[in-house]
């Protein structure tokens, strides 16, 4: 059972001080649109590995890569703006705190800022990201536990506004995947109720804010008491 602190678009004041120690987590997941240094402190206070999607309000992190510790970007060396000790999986599948992770940032495009795609370039992206996972389950046939995205499917749980509207590349990545969870963020509450919604079997979750996460081994996921 792992036990995963997701954060995402709203800084919660008790988290950026020591009261974060309390909750003994093995896992940080952020959904995008947070300050670096939030996330850079969570790392540095729980000493967790992390891994994060981009927002649509974060800068632009493509084309960096890390080899044996030297930053660069586009063959040149560079400083990663991203928030130190975390991992930006973007678009990538990785295995951390026994899951296996999939993730897809940005939102739908509505005007230049960085991170935005239309719903044709998403897709790609989506699809690029599913033949990643198709290829790690042939080669050990663990499936992906945690779709970490920023934006919501389409149609369930985004916005009617431009801005905020789903993507409905995610209905199909969430069938090709399957998914336990889909965790997202973007749709900021404004005081109502986000209930969870389902896609087939696979538990869709809005996690603006802050939501602790006992994950199983099994099918087992339950909100942390």
């Known amino acids: 059972m792992a036990r995963v602190l997701v954060v995402s678009d709203e800084v919660v004041a008790q988290l950026w001080t020591e009261q974060v120690r ?3 987590v093995d896992l940080i997941l952020g959904a995008g649109d947070l300050p670096f ?6 790392v540095s206070t729980l ?18 890569s890390n080899v044996r510790g030297l930053w660069t970007r586009d063959g040149m060396p560079a400083r990663w703006p991203g928030p130190a000790g975390a991992a930006n999986i973007d678009g990538a599948v990785v295995d951390v705190a026994g899951l296996r992770i999939a993730g897809l940032g940005g939102s739908i495009r509505y005007n230049a800022g960085p991170n935005q795609w239309t719903e044709r370039q998403q897709a790609r992206r989506a699809r690029r990201l599913a033949r990643q996972a198709d290829w790690r389950r042939l080669r050990d046939g663990k499936s992906v536990d945690v779709l970490l995205t920023h934006s919501p499917p389409l149609g369930c749980g ?6 905020h509207r789903g993507f409905a590349c995610l209905h199909d990545t969430v069938h090709r995947l399957r998914p336990r969870l889909l965790l997202h963020g973007h749709i900021h509450p404004h005081g109502e109720m986000t209930p969870d919604r389902r896609l087939g079997d696979t538990l869709v979750r809005n996690v603006v804010g802050y939501h602790l996460l006992d ?9 942390a008491r």
């Open 22 to 24: 309390q909750h003994r």
């Open 37 to 42: 240094d939030y996330l850079e402190y969570l």
């Open 47 to 64: 000493d967790r590995p992390c891994v994060f999607v981009p927002g649509n309000h974060d800068p632009d992190l493509s084309g960096y």
């Open 158 to 163: 985004d916005r009617e506004d431009p801005p």
């Open 215 to 223: 994950i199983g081994s099994t099918e087992e996921v339950r909100r």
